[in-house]
Nanobody, 123 residues
Framework: QVLLVESGGGSVQAGGSLRLSCAAS?????????MGWFRQAPGREREGVAT???????SYIDSVKGRFGISKDNVKNSLYLHMNSLKPEDTAMYYC????????????????WGQGTQVTVSS
């Protein structure tokens, strides 16, 4: 059974940084065609934030370009989201996703999801 466990969320002030981690079990990150980070704020639809392909090609939504970085560690079998210059509008529950169905991208569909980690940015 695939298990994705996120960590690293928290409360920070605007302009601060956080690094989210996603530890995978029964799923090999190095063999993954695509993994990603999504987020959902209260009252809003879930949106893709960033994805990374097996060849390390990344994609981001416009609102986080230049501030967020997605990476993976094949040895630790983990996915990361480095978030800098955080803004209050980044406040959301962040989810790790794997097992892409179709093409890789922030609009893609994924089969496996973590439980999420909360990020709260205050002004």
């Amino acid at each position: 059974q695939v298990l994705l466990v996120e960590s690293g969320g928290g409360s920070v002030q605007a302009g601060g940084s956080l690094r989210l981690s996603c530890a995978a079990s029964a799923y090999t990150v190095s063999k993954s065609l695509c993994m990603g980070w999504f987020r959902q704020a209260p009252g809003r639809e879930r949106e893709g934030v960033a994805t990374i392909r097996s060849d390390d090609v990344t994609s981001y939504i416009d609102s986080v370009k230049g501030r967020f970085g997605i990476s993976k560690d094949n040895v630790k079998n983990s996915l990361y989201l480095h978030m800098n210059s955080l803004k209050p509008e980044d406040t959301a529950m962040y989810y790790c996703a794997a097992g892409v169905v179709g093409s890789c991208g922030t609009g893609g569909a994924f089969a496996y999801w973590g439980q999420g980690t909360q990020v709260t940015v205050s002004s």
